[in-house]
């Protein structure tokens, strides 16, 4: 399985944006789905991953209470909200995929537990 993300753009301070991640075939209840990002310069860090089912979130402390993670497995596809957005969210965001057996908190947001990396979507954000 292939992801690809799509979605970015260049937005305003305090603006809105909506990611997606499309699957090129079914994902399995096996795995979780991430989302990371990477700034120019800087390491690709975790920004909120959710499990197959969708009732389990987790999120980076920076992007609480403004991005949402959801998915609908029927579509192979997993999206983040991104509202309020901030200069400092700018950067290459990409979707992954992880064993749902690597369930604590050091594994799911290291990228070494991920796989499927697809292409990314930038996001700039103007102040």
């Known amino acids: 399985v292939q992801l690809q993300a799509s979605g970015g753009g260049l937005v305003q301070a305090g603006g809105s944006l909506r990611l997606s991640c499309a699957a090129s075939?079914?994902?399995?209840?096996?795995?979780?789905v991430g989302w990371f990002r990477q700034a120019p310069g800087k390491e690709r860090e975790f920004v909120a991953t959710?499990?197959?089912?969708?009732?389990?979130?987790s999120y980076t402390d920076s992007v609480k209470g403004r991005f949402t993670i959801s998915r609908d497995n029927a579509k192979n596809s997993v999206y983040l909200q991104m509202n309020s957005l901030k200069p400092e969210d700018t950067a290459v965001y990409y979707c992954?995929?992880?064993?749902?057996?690597?369930?604590?908190?050091?594994?799911?947001?290291?990228?070494?537990?991920?796989?499927?990396w697809g292409q990314g979507t930038q996001v700039t954000v103007s102040s």
């Open positions: 075939g079914y994902i399995s209840s096996s795995y979780a």
């Open positions: 959710i499990s197959w089912g969708g009732s389990i979130t």
């Open positions: 992954a995929l992880r064993l749902s057996s690597y369930n604590s908190w050091r594994e799911y947001t290291s990228r070494a537990y991920y796989s499927s």
